[in-house]
Nanobody
């Protein structure tokens, strides 16, 4: 039973940067793959990035590859998303999520088992 709390969202101009954090409470954080997803108004929740349990492998949506970096610090029970070169189309509520199963479907919302409440990211033009 893990509780996730996102932070670091806010308002930024196009081309700027933000770093999102996801703090996890619970002793099993390091046993779970983690992901970032986002949801814009009127759209379905979509995959952004994912990372394996110890950070050996990462996965990114094509739309953010080269601009966003996912990382984790298991000693601090914290997941991060560094977002650079932000664009207006990045505007959304960003959620972190944990994955209990050992499958490879890191891009699929339904494969994640617990979620944070989200943090708003707004990129102005």
């Amino acid at each position: 039973q893990v509780q996730l709390v996102e932070s670091g969202g806010g308002l930024v101009q196009a081309g700027g940067s933000l770093r999102l954090s996801c703090a996890a409470s619970g002793r099993t954080f390091s046993s779970h793959a983690m992901g970032w997803f986002r949801q814009a108004p009127g759209k379905e929740r979509e995959f952004v990035a994912a990372i394996t349990r110890i950070g050996g492998s990462t996965y990114y949506a094509d739309s953010v590859k080269g601009r966003f970096t996912i990382s984790r610090d298991n000693a601090k029970n914290t997941l991060y998303l560094q977002m650079n070169s932000l664009k207006p189309e990045d505007t959304a509520v960003y959620y972190c999520a944990g994955k209990l199963d050992s499958g490879v479907y890191y891009r699929t919302v339904a494969r994640y088992d617990y979620w944070g409440q989200g943090t708003q990211v707004t990129v102005s033009s």
